[in-house]
């Protein structure tokens, strides 16, 4: 089965300067059981951050949080030390284990879009 999901119909959260769109959720209740044969795959996002915006500190445990920057750069903070500037065409993979805190944000003068 193949399923469109136009950008502008999907789902999603709105906060100032950045624009989040689910192209798939399922939900914890489900986690590590197959989803539109997906596996354990439990969100796939696509996020568009404003010029000098971003997420602030927040957190998250038992996930593996794989980012790729398809427009702009992001630069990556969490409480493990990490940090970097991720730009186009990059991938972020992040273990979150029993929990880290981690901040994303726009450095930029363009807008960003993330998966």
Known sequence: MIRIAPYEKLRGVDAPGIRIRDHFRGSPENAGTPI??????R????TRIAPQTGFP??????????????????????????KGLLRMGDVQ???????VMHSEANPCSRPTRVY
């Open 57 to 82: 500190m927040h957190g998250h445990r038992e996930f593996e949080i794989i980012t790729y920057v398809c427009e702009g750069e992001i630069v990556h903070e969490d409480t493990t030390g990490a």
């Open 43 to 46: 969100v796939l996002t696509d």
């Open 93 to 99: 993979a992040m273990t979150t284990g029993s929990g």
């Open 36 to 41: 539109y044969g997906l596996g354990a795959m």
